[in-house]
């Protein structure tokens, strides 16, 4: 495992260094990367039953930046970085973005998941992450951490898995070693439910616009419910009640 560990800190410091060139400069001077509303995205072609109808975003830009070898380095960084990403995942033959755009989709939902202030919203919907060269950098530190604290998780798992038996067993015979029930997450994971939600405003006409702000959250709150299947546990039920639905049914598989 510590050769994936070494791969994801040498990434990791290349990013950095990129992030080291930049620094002093003034903020709209450095190196970031944007997208705007695709403005097909309700566009319903010919071709949208096979391909799926026109993303909601359109694709990530490249800003001018320092000049452009720093633009031609970072985006090598990222491809190579989103590669990893993508090894072992993506089938032969499939229709999927290229690695550097896998990348950035990925640190997007990072971005988002952690309310990062490198992720912005400008005028007209534009999303942008600001200083993606130390954002980057700092998701890989993120990546490799994940990384170890699976790899020990499953050699704990290993090396007690055998006594697992014995453990519950003497458990359910000692009332005090009963545990005690674990607190609820604060979000809710269940793609299921995004489909759901988007079939069901598909066939009432509703616009995901209109339909946030019935139940008292944004149009952004619910676009990254819909790309991740998470979303906060109060919100979950906000949605449910918008669809007249039942938090139980909201959750069903399909």
């Not at 633009?71 to 985006?75: G, H, P, S, T, V």
């Not at 970085?81 to 995942?89: M, S, T």
């Not at 079939?199 to 009432?204: G, P, Q, R, T, V």
């Given at each position: 495992?510590?050769?994936?560990f070494?791969?994801?800190?040498?990434?990791?410091?290349?990013f950095?260094?990129?992030?080291?060139?930049?620094?002093?400069?003034?903020?709209?001077?450095?190196?970031?990367?944007?997208?705007?509303?695709?403005?097909?995205?309700?566009?319903?072609?010919p071709?949208?039953?096979f391909?799926?109808?026109p993303s909601?975003?359109?694709?990530?830009?490249?800003?001018?930046?320092?000049?452009?070898?720093f633009?031609?380095?970072?985006?090598a960084l990222?491809?190579?970085?989103?590669?990893?990403?993508?090894?072992?995942?993506?089938?032969p033959?499939?229709?999927?973005?290229g690695?550097?755009?896998?990348?950035?989709?990925?640190?997007?939902?990072?971005?988002?998941?952690?309310?990062?202030?490198?992720?912005?919203?400008?005028?007209?919907?534009?999303?942008?992450?600001?200083?993606?060269?130390?954002a980057?950098?700092?998701?890989?530190?993120?990546?490799?951490?994940?990384?170890?604290?699976?790899?020990?998780?499953?050699?704990?798992?290993?090396?007690?898995?055998?006594?697992?038996?014995?453990?519950?067993?003497?458990?359910?015979?000692?009332?005090?070693?009963?545990?005690?029930?674990?607190?609820?997450?604060?979000?809710?994971?269940?793609?299921?439910?995004?489909?759901?939600?988007v079939?069901?405003?598909?066939?009432?006409a509703?616009?995901?616009?209109?339909?946030?702000?019935?139940?008292?959250?944004?149009?952004?709150?619910?676009?990254?419910?819909r790309?991740?299947?998470?979303?906060?546990?109060d919100?979950?039920?906000?949605?449910?009640?918008?669809?007249?639905?039942?938090?139980?049914?909201?959750?069903?598989?399909?």
């Open positions: 495992m510590s050769g994936k070494n791969s994801w800190r040498d990434v990791r410091d290349k950095k260094s990129l992030a080291d060139e930049q620094r002093g400069m003034p903020e709209d001077e450095r190196l970031c990367v944007y997208r705007d509303r695709n403005p097909r995205a309700g566009d319903r072609g071709f949208s039953a391909f799926g109808p909601e975003m359109g694709q990530w830009t490249i800003s001018n930046g320092p000049n452009s070898l633009r031609k380095k970072f985006d990222a491809t190579r970085a989103g590669a990893k990403l993508c090894y072992g995942r993506v089938s033959g499939s229709f999927s973005p690695p550097a755009v896998v990348w950035l989709n990925s640190l997007y939902e990072h971005l988002l998941g952690i309310a990062s202030p490198q992720l912005s919203e400008q005028a007209h919907g534009r999303e942008v992450i600001k200083s993606v060269c130390e980057s950098a700092a998701y890989c530190a993120r990546l490799e951490t994940d990384a170890r604290k699976a790899a020990a998780s499953a050699k704990r798992w290993d090396t007690t898995r055998g006594k697992l038996g014995a453990s519950q067993s003497g458990a359910s015979n000692n009332p005090s070693n009963t545990r005690k029930p674990e607190r609820l997450s604060a979000t809710i994971s269940c793609p299921s439910a995004a489909k759901r939600m079939e069901h405003l598909k066939s009432k509703i616009g995901q616009t209109d339909f946030a702000s019935s139940i008292g959250t944004t149009d952004r709150t619910l676009r990254a419910f790309k991740t299947g998470r979303v906060r546990r919100i979950f039920k906000a949605i449910a009640k918008g669809m007249n639905i039942t938090k139980e049914e909201l959750l069903k598989p399909e």
